[in-house]
């Protein structure tokens, strides 16, 4: 596995702790729809959490979670229809992000709820 892979992994794997340790219900990970994957999908608060997970190992050309695109975002949320259809949901979905920045010096990650509006 090359290593961006393996990092962001890694990534996912501190993500789902964290979320775990904050009282998230872990329904899925990696859930596929054409060519969208939603990296974790969770439940809190009868909310439906859909999580984008972005690991770095150096803010060098900046945060994480800058590079959560437009584009990225549009299928996100088709994913997240997809899944709401899927299992005949009818709940509010909230969209966050997880910054992960990990390197041998450090390691930080950054919660963001509400990271982004479908609209």
Known sequence: MAYHNELGKLGEDLAVEVLMRKGYEILERNFTYGKAEIDIIALKNNKIIV???KTRNSAVFGDPQSFVSKKKIGLLVQ??????????????????IIAVLKNKKEQHLDHLENAFYHF
Do not use: K, P, S, T
Not at 79 to 96: G, K, S, W
């Open 51 to 53: 999580v984008e997970v």
């Open 79 to 96: 994913a997240a229809n997809e899944y709401i259809i899927q299992n005949n949901l009818d709940m509010e979905v909230r969209f966050d």
